[in-house]
C-alpha cells in the first residue's frame, strides 16, 4: 500500500469517534430505551473506565425476551463479550471482510475510542476508489476489495450492464463471473432494482429483495461522476437477517397472546427533539467532510461558528452538536439575533431583576444564559448582534459569569455557545461591524456549510427522505417523482438551499393528486430553470427565488380558481372539489392553506 493512503484508510479516518455506549450497571430497559431513542440496533458496552467490555445487540435482546429475561435485569447479562475488536490504525481493507455491522473500536489501554459501520467502511471505499482511479493500477485494487469482500457485490454502468460481479454474488446465484459480465442486470438477478437506482440517483440501504425464494437484505447506491450517475454498486447481505426476522415475529405473536398485559418496554421519547448527524441528508464529499468536523465538535466544550446561505441546516447541524455532546443533558437554547428589537437584547441574553426597569416583570425573568446553562446556547444570525452586545458577548464567554439587569450578583454559566450566519463575519471585521476579538473567540471551530447547488448529487436522497416524511405527515399514500422531474431538481439552482427544495417538495406532494409526479407538475420556472441551464445561459441573480414567486404566482391562481369554484357549487365543498378536478381532502387542505373557513 502506498504511504499516501495509509491515513486515508485507516479506521480512525472514518470511524465514529465517542460513540453512544450502554455503561456497565445499566439494565435491559435502559438499554431498549436507548436503542430506541438512537434507532440504531447494536451498541457497545463500557466500565467506568471507558474501557470495552463487550457488545449490545437487538438480535441478543429479542433472544432474551423469548428466552424470558426480564426488563430489570443487568444488561450485561447478555453481552457479546467475544465480539470482534478493530484498533484505530488498522486499515479499512483489512477489516472490511468482517461480517459485522458495527466494529468497536478500541485503543492499546482497551478503551473504546469509536464504532465503524459498515457505512462508514463504504464512505472510505468509495474515497479510496476516487483516489485510486487517477493512479494506474485501480483495476487491480478495485479487483482485490471485490474478491475479499463478504458479501455480493454486482457493479452496473449508467445502462444497467454488469460490469462487475464477485465471486461471493456468482456463488449466490450460481453464474459463473463470464457469463454475468455484460449482460444487463435485470437477466442475472431476480427482482433486482440496480437499474432504477442508476436512473434515479436515489440510494436504497437494507431493503429486502427475494432472490430465489429468500428474503435478502440489499443496498443499492449510485455512483456519481461531475453531477451525474454512471452506475450503481449492488451489495447483497448474507448474514443474520432471516434469524432476526423469526425471531421478531415470534416475539410480535407472544404479545399478541398477551395483548391485556402491559407493554413490555413501552418507551416514551420525544423523536423530534434528537436531531442528530444521521437525519443530515447527503453522502457528497461536501456534507461528509463537515459532518466529521461536526462529530469532532461535539466532543469538545469549543465554541462553534456555523456559516452557510440561508436554508443550509445551521440550526440542524447546531441541534445536533448539542445531542452528540455532553451538554446533551441540559437544554438547547436558540435566539435569533436578527428577531431582536436592539433595546430588548440586554434583557433576553442575561435576564433581569425585580424592578430593574418600568414594565419589568415581578420577581424578575431569566435570560438565555441562565435558561441554557449546562446545555447550549444557539445565536443564530450572529452577525446581527449591535456591537455594544458583542461587546457585552465577549465579557461573559471570557468570564464564564453573566449578571441580570439591575442584579447585583453573577451567576457562573456552564454554556457551550454555537453562533450561525449566512454574512461574511471576517468582511464584517474589516469594515469594524463586528469585533475582531468576539469573532476568533467564537470561530475556534468552524464549519462552512456548502450551498445545494455545490452538492447536486445529494439532491434525490433529500427527495427519496422529504417525499416519504411528508407523504407520513400529510397520512397520505406514497408518490414518486419521475425520472425527468428528479433531473429538473438536480438542475435548478436552489437558492433558498434546503428549505426551498422541502417547501418545492411538500407543495407537490398537496397539489398533485395522483401518485406519480412529473416534469408538467413542477412550477413552470422549476422548468425554465433547468431549460434555463440546458441553454448553458447565466443564472439571473435576484434575491427572490424563482420557487418563491411561483408559489406567489400560483398560490394567487390557486386561491382564484378555488373562489370561483365555490361559487359556482354555491358553497358546497364536494361539489367545488368535483369542478376543480380534486379529491375533497385536498381542497380542504388548500382551503386551510389559504385560510378560508
Ligand atoms: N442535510 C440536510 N438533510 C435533511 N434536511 C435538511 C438538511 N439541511 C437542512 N435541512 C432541512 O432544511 C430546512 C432548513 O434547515 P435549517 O433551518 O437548519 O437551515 P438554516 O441554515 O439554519 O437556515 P436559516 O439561516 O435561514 O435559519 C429544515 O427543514 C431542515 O430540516
Known amino acids: 500500500m502506498g504511504a499516501c493512503y495509509s491515513d486515508l484508510?485507516?479506521?480512525?479516518?472514518?470511524?465514529?469517534?465517542s460513540?453512544?455506549?450502554?455503561?456497565?450497571?445499566?439494565?435491559?430497559?435502559?438499554?431498549?430505551?436507548?436503542?430506541?431513542k438512537l434507532r440504531v440496533d447494536c451498541l457497545p458496552m463500557i466500565d467506568r473506565n471507558s474501557r470495552f467490555i463487550g457488545m449490545i445487540t437487538s438480535r441478543k435482546l429479542l433472544r432474551g425476551f423469548l428466552y424470558g429475561m426480564k426488563e430489570d435485569e443487568l444488561a450485561s447479562?447478555?453481552?457479546?463479550?467475544?465480539?470482534?475488536?478493530?484498533?484505530?490504525?488498522?486499515?479499512?481493507?483489512?477489516?472490511y471482510s468482517l461480517p459485522f455491522d458495527h466494529l468497536p473500536v478500541i485503543d492499546d489501554n482497551g478503551r473504546l475510542v469509536g464504532v465503524l459501520t459498515r457505512r462508514d467502511i463504504l464512505d472510505g471505499f468509495s474515497k479510496y476508489i476516487h483516489q485510486l482511479e487517477q493512479t494506474q493500477n485501480s483495476a487491480e485494487a478495485l479487483e482485490a476489495i471485490l474478491e475479499s469482500a463478504y458479501e455480493g457485490i454486482a457493479v452496473v454502468d449508467e445502462n444497467g450492464i454488469l460490469q462487475e460481479f464477485n465471486e461471493a454474488y456468482c456463488r449466490f446465484i450460481g453464474i459463473k463471473r463470464e457469463d454475468a459480465i455484460g449482460r444487463h442486470v435485470t437477466e442475472v438477478i431476480e427482482n433486482t432494482q440496480l437499474h432504477v437506482t442508476v436512473k434515479t440517483g436515489i440510494p436504497a440501504r437494507g431493503v429486502l429483495q427475494t432472490i430465489h425464494g429468500e428474503d435478502m437484505v440489499v443496498h443499492r447506491i449510485p455512483i456519481w461522476r461531475d453531477d451525474r450517475v454512471v452506475g450503481a454498486i449492488g451489495m447483497l447481505i448474507f448474514e443474520g437477517v432471516t434469524e432476526v426476522y423469526k425471531i421478531y415475529e415470534k416475539l410480535l405473536e407472544n404479545n399478541q397472546k398477551k395483548h391485556s398485559e402491559k407493554e413490555p418496554f413501552s418507551v416514551k421519547q420525544e423523536r423530534d427533539s434528537l436531531v442528530t448527524l444521521d437525519q443530515i441528508i447527503g453522502t457528497s464529499e461536501e456534507i461528509l467532510h463537515v459532518k466529521r468536523m461536526a462529530r469532532k465538535a461535539a466532543r469538545t466544550a469549543a465554541t462553534v461558528l456555523i456559516t452557510g446561505e440561508s436554508g443550509t441546516g445551521k440550526e440542524m447541524f447546531a441541534k445536533s452538536i448539542h445531542n452528540l455532546s455532553p451538554f446533551s443533558r441540559g437544554p438547547f437554547i436558540s435566539v435569533n439575533c436578527g428577531a431582536i428589537p436592539d433595546n430588548l437584547f440586554e434583557s433576553e441574553l442575561f435576564g433581569y431583576d425585580d424592578g430593574a426597569f418600568t414594565g419589568a416583570k415581578k420577581g424578575g425573568k431569566p435570560g438565555k444564559f441562565e435558561l441554557a446553562n449546562?446545555?447550549?446556547?444557539?445565536?443564530?444570525?450572529?452577525?446581527?448582534?449591535?456591537?455594544?452586545?458583542?461587546?457585552?458577548?465577549l465579557r461573559v464567554l471570557q468570564e464564564k459569569?453573566?449578571?441580570?439587569l439591575g442584579g447585583v450578583k453573577k451567576f457562573p454559566i456552564n454554556v457551550r455557545i454555537i453562533g450561525a450566519t449566512n454574512r461574511d463575519l471576517k468582511e464584517m471585521v474589516g469594515k469594524g461591524q463586528f469585533r475582531e476579538d468576539l469573532y476568533y473567540r467564537l470561530n475556534i471551530i468552524q464549519l462552512i456549510l456548502p450551498p445545494l447547488r455545490e452538492r447536486k448529487k445529494d439532491i434525490p436522497d433529500l427527495i427519496a427522505y422529504y417525499m416519504k416524511d411528508i407523504c407520513r405527515r400529510y397520512q397520505m399514500p406514497a408518490k414518486r417523482l419521475t425520472q425527468?422531474?428528479?433531473?429538473?431538481?438536480?438542475?435548478?439552482?436552489?437558492?433558498?438551499n434546503i428549505r426551498e427544495l422541502v417547501n418545492s417538495i411538500e407543495r407537490l406532494v398537496t397539489l398533485v393528486d395522483g401518485p406519480v409526479i412529473d416534469l408538467k407538475h413542477l412550477s413552470i420556472s422549476l422548468k425554465n430553470a433547468a431549460e434555463e441551464k440546458l441553454n448553458?445561459?447565466?443564472?439571473?441573480n435576484s434575491t427572490t427565488t424563482l420557487i418563491e414567486e411561483a408559489k406567489l404566482e400560483g398560490n394567487k391562481k390557486e386561491l382564484e380558481m378555488i373562489l370561483k369554484a365555490l361559487k359556482n357549487a354555491g358553497g358546497n365543498k364536494s361539489k367545488a372539489a368535483e369542478i376543480l378536478g380534486i379529491h375533497r381532502t385536498t381542497l380542504y387542505q388548500k382551503l386551510k392553506k389559504h385560510e378560508i373557513q
Do not use: H
Open 401 to 404: 459569569e453573566v449578571e441580570r
Open 9 to 17: 484508510l485507516q479506521v480512525k479516518t472514518w470511524m465514529t469517534p
Open 19 to 36: 460513540p453512544f455506549c450502554v455503561l456497565e450497571g445499566e439494565t435491559i430497559r435502559e438499554t431498549v430505551e436507548k436503542l430506541e
Open 484 to 496: 425527468e422531474a428528479v433531473t429538473a431538481f438536480i438542475d435548478y439552482p436552489w437558492r433558498g
Open 77 to 95: 447479562s447478555i453481552l457479546l463479550q467475544d465480539s470482534v475488536r478493530v484498533r484505530p490504525t488498522d486499515s479499512i481493507l483489512d477489516v
Open 374 to 393: 449546562n446545555g447550549t446556547l444557539f445565536l443564530d444570525e450572529i452577525g446581527d448582534l449591535p456591537l455594544i452586545m458583542q461587546t457585552k458577548l
Open 536 to 540: 448553458q445561459q447565466i443564472p439571473r
